[in-house]
């Protein structure tokens, strides 16, 4: 992640199963927060999370 804000990204994204309690604790230990509600896509379920620089 810090690489991709060195270079210039302001925002990273992404979009685990809202039901992925294990990857959801991760993201959020990274620094993502959830930026939304779960959303239905054309891939499935997604809880969209977001990381600011």
Known sequence: ???LFDEGAT???T???PDN???IAVYK???FEPSG???E???GLIL???ARR
Do not use: E, F, S
């Open 41 to 43: 896509t054309k891939w």
């Open 48 to 50: 969209p999370m977001l």
């Open 11 to 13: 925002v990273i994204a």
């Open 15 to 17: 979009d685990p199963h």
């Open 1 to 3: 992640m810090q690489v």
């Open 37 to 39: 509600l779960p959303q």
């Open 21 to 23: 309690a294990r990857a």
């Open 29 to 31: 230990k990274l620094g």
